[in-house]
């Protein structure tokens, strides 16, 4: 079931759960009219937050995947030269070749604005571009238009996107960035709240399953010098292993047995690290 509230307003989605505090201020950045900017530990739901929020209000959901080496034209429009010039030689193409317009392409930015209907736009780990993309994304986004230089046409939004940004904070964003957005970090769900989340996603598990996995899981992401920490996709994952297992007892968590150590550690020096530490905790 979606939730979708007669106002319009955003209140959570069917396997999101919402804190107040998130939820005013995803609100009040779509009456404002603002971009959110997300920050946040991977893992604590920051891209699923656009993905709740184009389900909750019955959105398209476009996503631009940020890359270190993005030019800012490349989330706005491509120009197919490549293809012209080939239909331009072979002539088997039902496109006029004497007019650019049919080989522009529009990127996110440009679906977005150009989309029949309003969209949520997701900019996903802005962190990873260099300041110039960062600030003049934000002019384009503040003017809800862009110019294509190669027709001398300029593009305007139909509609204003409901717009998310997410930043994993590995890079400092510009303060003109921070000043043209609202902020909101997401702190790494307490363990009452990722009970709620498992809930969600594990409606009928056990009890025990799920206290015993949620202590040993905090457990294991206070092991020192871990680089990737598990995060919540890793714990349901995790969860879902254990309840496969017709074999698995929930009390041996308890006792230090953490089996499937591969689903929650990604890295080769993580996973050695807490196969140690498990391994030390059963001697005693």
Known sequence: MTLQPSDGSFAGATR??????????????MALEMPLLLKGEPGTGKTM??????????????????KSSMKLVEALYQYDTLTRLNDSRFG????????????????????AFTADHRTVLLIDEIDKADTDFQDDMLDVLDQMEFDIIEIDKTMSARHRPVI??????KKDLSDPFLGRCNFHHIAFPDPKMMRKIIGVHF?????????NAITAFYHMRELEAVEKRPATRELINWIRALN????????????????????????SGDYERASAFVNRRKMF
């Open 244 to 267: 496969a297992d017709p074999d698995f007892k929930p009390k041996r968590l308890a006792k230090g047995d953490v089996p499937f150590l591969g689903v929650l550690f990604k890295k």
């Open 164 to 169: 998310i940004i997410t930043s994993n904070a």
């Open 16 to 29: 999101y759960v919402l804190d107040e505090e998130l939820a005013q201020i995803v609100n009040i950045s």
């Open 92 to 111: 088997d193409s039902r496109r006029d070749v004497s007019s650019i317009e049919e080989y522009i392409k529009m990127g996110k930015i440009g679906q």
């Open 203 to 211: 409606p009928d598990i056990h009890d025990d399953l799920v206290d």
């Open 49 to 66: 937050l656009a993905h709740a929020i184009a389900e909750s209000l019955n959105m398209p959901l476009i996503v631009l995947n940020v």
